[in-house]
Each structure stands twice: as C-alpha cells, then as structure tokens.
C-alpha cells in the first residue's frame, strides 16, 4: 500500500518562496496522476496542482496558475510542489494524494492515497 509523506512547510514571508516535495513508499506511483491540496481553517479542502503519471500534462487551480508549479521524478517517487510569490491567503496544511482516475481531477473525492499534510503559513 502506498504511503505519502509532505515535507518542505514552514513559515515564509510574503513574496517569499518553498519548495514541498511528496515520498511515496511502499509502492511506485509511476503509474498515476498525483495532486496537491490544502485546507485552510474555515475552508473546504481545495485542488492546487495536478500532475500526469507522465509528468507531461499539468493542471493548476486559478489561485496556483503562474506561481506555483508541480513536477515529478518518477525513478525518486517523488511529487514537488515549488511555490513562488507566496501571500497570506496561501497560508494552509498542504497534502500530496494520488488518483486512480486517469483525466484532469480536482475534486478530493477522486483521490484515494493521502499524506498527512505538511504547514504552510504566509506572513504579511
């Protein structure tokens, strides 16, 4: 069974800067679309990035689109979240999960593996 671990979180200033990376363990993922999320207090989880099992497609949520960039290394098993221009309304646990489901997904529903989510927080 396949175990996803976040690392790369802390605490940045506004315009700053964080790269998150995702291990997988316990299985490859070679062979699957992956996606970040984060949840915020107060909100709904919401999508940020999603990646082709390939790494070839990508897929961001408007509030990503130009800041943010996911990439993968298949032969490491690892996903990577780099996120630029960071602000407040970033602030978040972020989670790394994989799909079963080929096609753009963006809703958490369609993802079966997750992380345990690693903390985000944008100061102003």
């Known amino acids: 069974q396949v175990q996803l671990v976040e690392s790369g979180g802390g605490l940045v200033q506004a315009g700053g800067s964080l790269r998150l990376s995702c291990a997988a363990s316990g299985g490859t993922i070679s062979n699957n679309a992956m996606g970040w999320f984060r949840h915020a207090p107060g909100k709904e989880r919401e999508f940020v990035a999603r990646?082709?099992?390939?790494?070839?497609?990508?897929y961001y949520a408007d509030s990503a689109k130009g800041r943010f960039t996911i990439s993968r290394d298949n032969v490491k098993n690892m996903v990577y979240l780099q996120m630029n221009s960071l602000a407040p309304e970033d602030t978040a646990v972020y989670y790394c999960?994989?799909?079963?489901?080929?096609?753009?997904?963006?809703?958490?529903?369609?993802?079966?593996?997750w992380g345990q989510g690693t903390q985000v927080t944008v100061s102003s």
């Open positions: 990646i082709s099992w390939s790494g070839g497609g990508t």
């Open positions: 999960a994989m799909t079963p489901y080929g096609g753009v997904r963006t809703t958490q529903y369609d993802y079966n593996y």
